[in-house]
Structure formats: C-alpha cells, structure tokens
C-alpha cells in the first residue's frame, strides 16, 4: 500500500475542444462549457452525424520542434506531443532535469488511420476505366505517397516522439486497448515506478474520432444525431439520450515517486492510491462492458487504495451517453459507490478514444486542488435505469480527498484509477 502512495502527479497538461492548456480547460469544465458543434466538413453532405467536438485553434507549430518534425505527425502525434509538453512545464521539470535513464514514457493511442485526403493521388493512379486495379498500388500508387508516410500514423510515435523531445531513456511503451487505454497506460505507468524502474514518467494518451477514414470505418452506429442542437447532444445518464458524440484531443500527467518530487521541491497535486482492471470476455464491438466488470475494477481500486465506498469523493465516470452503456455504469457504481457524486465530462468534450481518459484524469487532478467537483451538461431529465447521483448545474463544492476516474472499452477492457490526496 505504502508503496502506491509513492506514487504521485507533479504536472498535468491538456489539449481538448474545451481548452488548450491547464487553465482554460478548467474554467470550462467548470462553467460547463460545451465544445461541441457543427462539423463543417460534414456540412450538408447526407452522413447522418454532422455534429463533433473539435480542438480550436490548435497550432502543432507553438508546441513541436524542431518544426521539421511536423511532416511525420499526425493530428493525434501533435495533440499528445503538446500535452506532454505542457505537463513536463506544469510539473517544473526542464529539460535534463531529470536523469536520462531514470525518465520514461508510457502513452495510450488509437489505431491511426490515414486521412483520406492524402489517399486520393494515389487512388486515382489505379482507376482505369472507372475501376480501381489494386495491382497497380505498387507500380503507380505508392511514389504518390510521402516516403516517411507510415511514421504518421504508428501508434507508437507519440511516446516516441515525446521521448526523443525529453531525452527519455528509460521504458518507452503504448497501450492500444480502445476507450481504456489512456487508463491503462497510467496504472502502466506507476507501476514502472513501483518496480523502480523510472523515477519519473510521462503517461496520457492522445486520439482524434474526427478523421474522415475512421468515422467511415466505424460509422454512426450509437452517434447522437442531434444535429440541430449540438452542444445537448452528448448527455450522459440524462433519459433522453441518444448516443456519443466524437471528439478529439490529449492529456498527459507527470507521475514521479515521491522521494524524488520532494527532493526538488515539486508541488505535489495527487497520488495514485489504486486500480482495478477487469475484462468481460461477453463484450463484442457494438456492445459496452457489462456491469459486473465494471463493479470489479471500482471494488479493485478501492481495496488497494483502502477506501471504505463513503471516503470516495466523487466519481469521475466513462459517461458514453449511449444508452445500453450508461445503464451498465450507472448500475455499477451505484451497487458499489452508493450515492456518491458523479461527473461525466464527455458532456462537454464528446468521448475522446484512447486520450479521453488522460483528460478526465486531469479534470479529477484539478477537481481535487480547487474542492470542487465540475457539473456535467445536459442532464435535464435522469433516467430511473441510471441511479446516479449526477452533479449538474453548478460545480459541488467540498473537499476532495479521494476520486475514481473510470473508462471502458467496447471490447471489453475496464479501468479505474483511484487518486488520493498526496
């Protein structure tokens, strides 16, 4: 137990549709502050979601560097990159502040589709007489391509790439397990430094669902489509939900043991107390994770961080705003929380693949330094088959001891961390 507590978070950094940086997503979060709207690429075409939450006035350039190192990124590359940026600043750590080999980085990412719009070159060198000749991919289509192409869209290349900008030496790994992942790179994360190998590393997670290829990939199965109205379309737990809304962005949090974040001096802003990771084998691609293995992972967290249910604070939950899935949640954390407060911030931000987790992490981090517990937008009419206590309206004001940040993954995977106060 004691050493679990030894790990705790020294900086955090964010890149989402509701603020670039640790202030401003935090005013947002607790003002309630939608960053969802129209999707203008989508604008009068005849797909029926034309609703998304994107990341405003984004520029890679402010955040990466050397600047050549943009034409191997993605959108998802740059996200995460400036967020680890930003937390390694947060938490006080300049460059070569850290011993090389003692720094790791452990990030989560989605599978990275290419954007269609580098693909339609190559496309049209293998259509001959109005049918595409996939034979010909090699000869014509494949010197139409950028020939550092595929380092743009490796999962791996956002821990790369941040681990090559810190001199990070230490483990350098990615979780790739869908809507879980972010979570799951965390507990990673601190438990490389329980095992003493890294004094400090770098974890989050970075993804963007609004990538032409994958939204065709996926489709619009359990998208809300309220087109009209986009920022009350993401509404966890409300009865009157009709689905997810896609989004984009990063988070990045600075784990240190510590030993050494009081050796330096560093502001101490949490600690992990424990986790609970779980899997329901019954789980298929349009199906969310059954109840019970949600219960598991929030009764597995507790009882390594030693919490009874009533010291937990609030609940930062996974908040889809599917139907089927909310009910599963809502079920679970009742069963083993009771009426503890919940916030669900996809309200606010849509469900932000692999990096949603890092970013809900870091509104719980900043939730428990300012004492209150940030609303969750368009919960107007609760639905009896979720009996959660939602905080809504305005932010609940108590202090905050404890909180359990929770995601799944429509495979199957389930994870919840427990903080603490440091």
């Known amino acids: 137990m004691a050493e679990l507590f030894d790990v705790v978070i020294t900086g955090v950094g964010v890149v989402s549709p509701i603020g670039i940086g640790r202030q401003a997503f935090w005013s947002a979060l607790r003002e309630a502050r939608s960053g969802v709207g129209t999707f203008e690429r989508l604008r009068g075409s005849s797909w029926p979601v034309q ?103 490796l999962p791996n290349m956002t821990a790369c790439h941040i681990g ?57 199965l359990n998208m809300s489509r309220r087109n009209d109205d986009p920022a009350a379309a993401c509404r966890p737990f409300d009865a009157d939900r009709d689905g997810q809304v896609g ?10 043991h510590r030993r050494h974040a009081e050796a330096r001096g560093a502001t101490l802003l949490a600690a ?48 889809l705003s599917t139907i089927e899935h909310d009910r599963r949640e809502a079920q679970a954390i009742q069963r083993v929380l009771g009426d503890v407060p919940v916030t669900a911030p996809k309200s606010l931000f849509g469900n932000l693949g692999a990096g949603g987790g890092s970013v809900e992490a870091v509104a719980s981090v900043l939730a428990m330094q300012a004492g209150e517990v940030p609303p969750t937008l368009n919960y107007d009419r609760p639905d009896p088959e979720c009996p959660v206590r939602v905080v809504t309206g305005q932010p609940l004001a108590a202090p905050q001891e404890a909180a ?19």
């Open 164 to 220: 090559i900008a810190e001199d990070a030496r230490g483990p350098n790994n990615t979780i790739v397990q869908g809507d879980a992942s972010s979570l799951l790179a965390l507990i990673e994360a601190a438990n490389l430094i329980r095992r003493g190998h890294a004094d400090v590393v770098l974890t989050g997670g970075a993804s963007s669902r609004l990538s032409m290829t994958p939204m065709m990939f996926r489709g619009p």
């Open 272 to 319: 992990i107390g424990g986790y609970g990771c779980t899997f329901d084998p019954r789980c298929h691609h349009a199906q969310a994770s059954a109840g019970d293995a949600i219960a598991r992972s929030l009764e597995l967290a507790l009882h390594m961080a030693d919490l009874a249910p009533d010291d937990v604070d609030h609940v930062n939950a996974h908040g």
């Open 51 to 153: 609703i998304a939450a994107e990341v405003r006035d984004f520029d890679g350039k402010a955040f990466v560097s050397p600047r050549k190192a943009l034409k191997v990124m993605s959108r998802e590359l740059q996200l995460g990159y400036a967020a680890g940026k930003m937390a390694m600043e947060d938490a006080g750590l300049p460059p070569g502040s850290v011993a090389p080999e003692r720094l790791g980085v452990v990030f989560a990412s989605d599978m990275l589709f290419c954007d269609i719009d580098e693909l339609v070159e190559p496309f049209r060198q293998c259509v001959d007489g109005g049918e595409f000749h996939f034979e010909q991919w090699g000869p014509r289509a494949i010197g139409q391509l950028f020939p550092l192409w595929m380092l743009k869209y």
């Open 404 to 422: 359990v940040v929770m995601s799944q993954s429509t495979t199957g995977q389930v994870a919840s961390v427990a903080l603490v106060a440091p």
């Open 247 to 256: 989004g984009e962005g990063a988070g990045c949090l600075v784990l240190e």
